[in-house]
């Protein structure tokens, strides 16, 4: 059974974006995000990171707000904060 959260209204399952193309060459990086709840929460903050230039896989996970963001070159904290606040929740650093 899933989580209602405090964004949405209905339950939520997990969510997990991924491009159809691998990158040769990538950089991966885990962010601790605070505020995510459900699979919603995690599809917020998915959304809002693949729409950053480079982001080729997203993985968020509310349960233990741990956020995996896989872009061709590493990627500016700061436009992943931003992107993360935009979603509504707080990026406490990398993991």
């Given at each position: 059974?899933?989580?209602r959260?405090?964004?949405?209204?209905?339950?939520?399952t997990s969510?997990?974006?991924?491009?159809s193309?691998?990158?040769?060459?990538?950089?991966?990086?885990?962010?601790?995000?605070?505020?995510?709840?459900?699979?919603?929460?995690?599809?917020?903050?998915t959304?809002?990171?693949?729409?950053?230039?480079?982001?080729?896989?997203?993985?968020a996970?509310?349960?233990?707000?741990?956020?995996t963001?896989?872009?061709?070159?590493p990627?500016?904290?700061?436009?992943?904060?931003?992107?993360?606040?935009?979603?509504g929740y707080?990026?406490?650093?990398?993991?």
């Open positions: 059974m899933g989580v959260c405090s964004h949405c209204c209905t339950t939520c969510t997990e974006y991924r491009s193309e691998e990158t040769p060459m990538s950089a991966t990086t885990v962010y601790k995000v605070t505020g995510m709840t459900c699979g919603h929460c995690e599809s917020a903050v959304e809002e990171l693949s729409a950053l230039d480079g982001v080729t896989a997203v993985k996970v509310a349960t233990t707000g741990e956020v963001v896989t872009a061709t070159a990627l500016d904290d700061e436009a992943v904060r931003a992107a993360v606040d935009e979603a707080e990026l406490v650093g990398r993991a």
